[in-house]
Every structure is written in C-alpha cells, then in structure tokens.
C-alpha cells in the first residue's frame, strides 16, 4: 500500500467498522491490530469504532483495545463514550416523526423493539410484551433475556423516550415488504437497514431519523474535537461504510470487502484475517 498523492500528511482520527474490518472472520481482535490501534492513538490519531451493534455489545472491544476510542453504535444513531457512558452525539426521533412511525408499526401488526441510551447495567431496550407469538422476534427476545424492559403501553407514554432505534424482527420477505411500507409513509425523513445477524434467526428492519448513520455520527465528533474531515480515515467493509469511505480524507477498503465498496475506497488493504488495520497504520499512517 502507498498514500495517495491527494491525502493529507497526517491524519487525526482513525474511524472503523468493528465487525468485519477492527474484528477478524471469527469476532476476535487480532493482537497486532490492537498494537497498531493503540500505536495511531498514541501517535495522535484518535480511534474511532463504528458499528451497527448496541452500546453493551460494542463496549466490550473499547475496553479490550485499551485506548480513548468513542463508540458509533445502533446503526449510527448514538455515540458513547465508553469509559464514563456519557452521551456524545444522538440521532433522536421527535415526537412527531415517532408518532408516525410507530403509526406503520401499528398498522402493519408489527411488533417493536426501540432501543434504549442507558448504562450497561441497565436496560437495553423496551417492548411491549415479554413474548409475542411470533417466533423469530421471540428468538430475539430469549436471547437477550433479562435485557428488555417490558412496558405494555410504553408506546403511549410520551415520557418513555427518547427513541431513536426502532426495529422490526421477520423473515427476510416480510421486512422488505415493511421497509416499503415505512418509507412510502416517512420518505426521506428516516433511514433504513434491512439486515441479518449471524447471532438470530430473524431478519431486522431498523427505523432510524435520517441523520443516522455512521459518517454523520462522526462528522459531530470531529466537529467537537475541532478535525476537519481531510484529516479523518476510515475503514470499512461493507455498503453501509460507503458514505464514510467516500467522505473522510482517505477512504480504507478491506480486501475482502465487495466490488462495490473497493470501487468507493481511496486505497484497499490486507483482509481482517490478514490484519488489514494493522498494515494500513504501519505502511501507511505512520510510514
């Protein structure tokens, strides 16, 4: 890998995608990549991590890595700082926007999920029921057990908030088919992901506000430690780091990434079995 002749000398924030790029084919940070990580931070490009997860599944690679790295999580809609839980940025749903959307989950029968901006001690989300005869939203909900704040009419609480990750669980058919449903309703007034965890047998729909996603989230932190976006890098592997590939300074693709996002990347490295973040900090950031 060489610098690209447009990039700048330095960079001050290193943002990347945790599963997929940060993480190796089997969730594990690789020890040279938490070395080349922890060497950036100390060299005075801050890390940052981006994931589609939520801030109690996130948290755990912050601490592990060892260093002052922010979390984008929930799909880009929240922002933590993992050592105190603070809350640095958040996409929230208004009122009235909520209202809506939660109109087409009425009207479609779809059960609900909206995740929750609290502690790691405390709960992660809020559902109406602790079980709802719909077998892969139940799945979701054993697997998470004991994480789930269970209000029936938490829907009509307007101090239940604040909402900002709303999600749907189906087959995958169904969720398209609801996606089309929240988008005709909302337009472009949310952003959503149809995706698939490896870790439930359900299809999600996510409903987030549209300036959910992971390059706005880290627009606002550069914006709060004074970075221009020439000076940020970012990693990713998959469509949904294709807004931060594009706008950041230099955009980084894994090479196992598909063709559609090394079309969108400044530079391609290593795959993240072949500890892809760490050869781009040694042969390239810090060359």
Same mark, same amino acid.
Not at 191 to 200: A, I, L, W
């Given at each position: 890998?060489?610098?690209?002749?447009?990039?700048?000398?330095?960079?001050?924030?290193?943002?990347?995608?945790?599963?997929?790029?940060? *993480?190796?084919?089997?969730?594990? !940070?690789?020890?040279?990549?938490?070395?080349?990580?922890? !060497?950036?931070?100390?060299?005075?490009?801050?890390?940052?991590?981006?994931?589609?997860?939520?801030?109690?599944?996130?948290?755990?690679?912050?601490?592990?890595?060892?260093?002052?790295?922010?979390?984008?999580?929930?799909?880009?809609?929240?922002?933590?700082?993992?050592?105190? #839980?603070?809350?640095?940025?958040?996409?929230?749903?208004?009122?009235?926007?909520?209202?809506?959307?939660?109109?087409?989950?009425?009207?479609?029968?779809?059960?609900?999920?909206?995740?929750?901006?609290?502690?790691?001690?405390?709960?992660?989300?809020?559902?109406?029921?602790?079980?709802?005869?719909?077998?892969?939203?139940?799945?979701?909900?054993?697997?998470?057990?004991?994480?789930?704040?269970?209000?029936?009419?938490?829907?009509?609480?307007?101090?239940?908030?604040?909402?900002?990750?709303?999600?749907?669980?189906?087959?995958?058919?169904?969720?398209?088919?609801?996606?089309?449903?929240?988008?005709?309703?909302?337009?472009?007034?949310?952003?959503?992901?149809?995706?698939?965890?490896?870790?439930?047998?359900?299809?999600?729909?996510?409903? *987030? #506000?549209?300036?959910?996603?992971?390059?706005?989230?880290?627009?606002?932190?550069?914006?709060?430690?004074?970075?221009?976006?020439?000076?940020?890098?970012?990693?990713?592997?998959?469509?949904?780091?294709?807004?931060?590939?594009?706008?950041?300074?230099?955009?980084?693709?894994?090479?196992?990434?598909?063709?559609?996002?090394?079309?969108?990347?400044?530079?391609?490295?290593?795959? #993240?079995?072949?500890?892809?973040?760490?050869?781009?900090?040694?042969?390239?950031?810090?060359?």
């Amino acid at each position: 890998m060489t610098r690209p002749s447009n990039s700048p000398n330095r960079f001050r924030i290193l943002a990347m995608d945790v599963d997929g790029t940060l *993480l190796d084919s089997q969730g594990t !940070l690789r020890p040279r990549t938490a070395e080349a990580v922890a !060497l950036a931070a100390r060299a005075g490009i801050r890390p940052v991590l981006c994931t589609g997860r939520r801030y109690r599944r996130a948290r755990p690679i912050a601490l592990q890595l060892g260093v002052d790295a922010p979390i984008v999580c929930n799909s880009g809609a929240l922002v933590k700082d993992p050592a105190t #839980h603070a809350t640095l940025w958040r996409a929230d749903l208004d009122a009235e926007l909520l209202a809506e959307a939660l109109a087409v989950f009425r009207e479609r029968d779809e059960p609900l999920i909206s995740f929750t901006d609290r502690r790691p001690d405390d709960y992660d989300f809020i559902v109406a029921h602790e079980a709802t005869g719909r077998p892969l939203f139940d799945d979701y909900l054993a697997q998470n057990q004991g994480l789930g704040e269970v209000r029936p009419d938490w829907a009509e609480d307007s101090g239940s908030g604040p909402h900002f990750h709303l999600c749907a669980i189906g087959t995958r058919p169904n969720m398209l088919d609801f996606e089309v449903a929240v988008v005709a309703r909302l337009g472009l007034r949310v952003r959503t992901f149809v995706q698939k965890s490896p870790r439930y047998v359900g299809t999600m729909c996510e409903v *987030l #506000h549209r300036d959910a996603s992971k390059w706005s989230a880290i627009l606002h932190l550069a914006a709060l430690w004074g970075v221009d976006p020439a000076e940020i890098c970012a990693v990713g592997d998959d469509m949904n780091d294709v807004p931060m590939l594009t706008g950041a300074g230099l955009g980084v693709a894994m090479g196992h990434a598909p063709p559609a996002v090394l079309a969108a990347a400044d530079l391609v490295t290593y795959d #993240h079995d072949a500890d892809g973040v760490a050869r781009l900090v040694e042969d390239v950031l810090l060359a």
